[in-house]
């Protein structure tokens, strides 16, 4: 087998696995209600039933979007967050595999650890989830690379990467706008040290300007356009809180009940942890 | 020489990238540096990458004297002849390559100074791009197509962006202003759409690719001066109506820039105890 039908293989494997999940599970009864309410604004959408300012203002903005453009080409009836969420899977999965083959892996082992991977409960949970979590798991699996480069040469390319990947988990999920956000601080450790000597500050800037200058431009355009006010910038903060909700539903109360504090702990431990890991 | 040898045989002029010794002078040579960078150390390489025509630079170009005479060197009448051959180098299947050494000038640091400059390269451009464009159809076929859009986006956009910049933001502020629903018959809805995306995202993506450009360089105390790209748009389109008034009245005038004007010296004048060259 070369790489080429592997590749093919591990992405339509992935993808067919997930839509007969979904469709295993949605016969069951079981919908998520994140895929369900995104797929009515997609379908208002692309009806032209709701109104411009909505538009601009929905958020997760990527998912959204996508959503959208795909409800407009495809036959009605089409379950297009279940088809993008299962295409993105299978993108990220035939990303895995030639990322393990460029590191010297033999074929078969890196199928089998490609689809040990995509059909993770954690992966198929994400992915049935809807298209925003998918976005959202892609998109943190390119910023981790994003900035792994950026920590090895940091140049333009590399800041550029990880500017564009931080903006896409912003508007992907409102866990990537939370994790943009926390992230921001810590951002100057991954540059380069003699570039952090001349001026730290200014290379975030430029980290965070593409972000930064979106939420700006939404938040604008939602202004301009009548029927959505300032909503924009609430959005991200009750998704998170619904998001968060939801969790804890499935999850349980976590450790102390507030997920902020769970955070807090986790990180705590993990700089704690590590260096005596790492030893 | 060493680079004509590592190039393929129809390299006939390699392109050294230009920068300024005097950026940190004033806000206008922080600003000419931050607009060097992204032309030489972003753009350029690209566009050689895509065998689009350079428009060279007027310093620092080193050819093959053989070519330059088949070509009949540089056209006299026009105010950036540089630009010119850039184009009939690569209409006549030859290439420019980009070199990895780096020549220091002076950045004009007077805002009188600059626009005279500036004025005279927008004139320049406004002559290739006529020059060029009385025959589309010859210029499509002799640098495909990817080179024919490349010419009308980095020598006609330029001089467009310039001269029409001004009168989308006074539209712009007069609908901001004034909140008037007067324009409406003139944008529809598609063309709204399409304009309030180029005001976002062409803005934001300009910001950003000059926020890029002196990370190269090292150059990152001049990142934040990206956000106020707008006022250098202002002196460009001042120049660019300036560069069309003297075509005109006055197509072959050579508006002469002022040099060894700045404070600062270079590092080569530096060494020899003179003052700028």
């Not at chain 1, 650890?113 to 993770?120: E, K, P």
Request: glycine share 8%.
């Amino acid at each position: 087998m070369t790489q080429k039908a592997a590749t093919a293989f591990v992405a339509t494997s992935t993808f067919f696995v997930v839509l007969s999940l979904s469709w295993f599970i949605s016969d069951a009864g079981l919908l998520s209600d994140d895929a369900v309410s995104l797929w009515a604004n997609a379908i208002a959408a692309g009806d032209g039933d709701m109104p411009v300012g909505r538009v601009v203002a929905a958020y997760p903005t990527i998912p959204f979007l996508a959503t959208a453009l795909l409800e407009l080409v495809s036959p009605t009836g089409t379950p297009t967050p279940v088809l993008l969420a299962a295409g993105l899977l299978g993108a990220v999965a035939a990303i895995w595999l030639n990322l393990f083959r460029r590191l010297g892996l033999a074929l078969p082992l890196t199928i089998m650890l490609v689809l040990l991977i995509a059909l993770h409960p954690a992966m198929l949970r994400a992915a049935i989830a809807g298209p925003a979590e998918m976005f959202f798991a892609a998109f943190l699996f390119l910023l981790v690379g994003a900035l792994y480069d950026l920590r090895a040469r940091s140049a333009a390319p590399e800041v550029m990467a990880v500017a564009l990947t931080l903006l896409g988990l912003a508007f992907s999920h409102p866990m990537g706008a939370a994790f943009a956000c926390a992230a921001t601080p810590l951002l100057v450790f991954t540059v380069r040290p003699e570039l952090v000597a001349k001026s730290a500050f200014n290379v975030v800037i430029a980290l965070v300007f593409p972000t930064v200058f979106c939420v700006f431009a939404f938040s604008y355009m939602s202004w301009v356009f009548p029927g959505s006010g300032w909503s924009f910038l609430v959005a991200p903060a009750e998704g998170i809180a619904n998001w968060s909700a939801s969790m804890s539903r499935t999850l349980g109360s976590g450790l102390t009940g507030l997920s902020p504090l769970d955070a807090g702990v986790v990180t705590f431990l993990a700089i704690f942890c590590a260096p005596h890991y790492f030893q | 020489v060493a680079t004509f040898n590592r190039s393929s045989a129809n390299t006939a002029c390699l392109q050294c990238r230009l920068s300024y010794f005097n950026a940190d002078e004033n806000w206008l040579t922080r600003m000419f540096t931050l607009d060097y960078a992204l032309w030489f150390d972003q753009m350029l390489p690209g566009l050689e990458r895509l065998n689009v025509p350079i428009p060279l630079g007027g310093t620092s170009n080193h050819f093959k004297i053989e070519v330059l005479r088949k070509l009949y060197a540089w056209d006299p009448f026009n105010v950036t002849e540089d630009a010119d051959l850039g184009i009939r180098l690569t209409q006549n299947g030859y290439r420019v390559g980009v070199v990895d050494s780096t020549t220091f000038e002076e950045a004009t640091c007077q805002s009188g100074n600059w626009i005279r400059q500036r004025s005279r390269w927008m004139k320049g451009y406004m002559q290739t791009f006529l020059v060029h464009t009385r025959s589309p159809l010859h210029l499509l076929q002799t640098t495909g197509m990817l080179g024919f859009l490349g010419f009308f986006f980095f020598i006609g956009g330029t001089v467009a962006a310039g001269l029409f910049n001004p009168v989308f933001w006074i539209l712009y502020a007069i609908w901001l202003v004034a909140t008037t629903n007067g324009f409406d018959p003139a944008f529809p809805q598609p063309l709204l759409f399409l304009s309030l995306f180029n005001l976002l995202a062409g803005n934001g993506a300009f910001i950003f690719l000059l926020m890029l450009a002196p990370i190269r360089r090292g150059f990152l105390g001049l990142i934040p001066y990206s956000f106020t790209v707008v006022a250098y748009w202002f002196l460009i389109s001042v120049a660019a109506y300036r560069g069309l008034w003297q075509l005109l009245r006055n197509p072959f005038y050579w508006e002469k820039t002022q040099h060894g004007v700045s404070k600062h010296q270079s590092q080569a004048s530096f060494l020899l105890g003179r003052a700028p060259l």
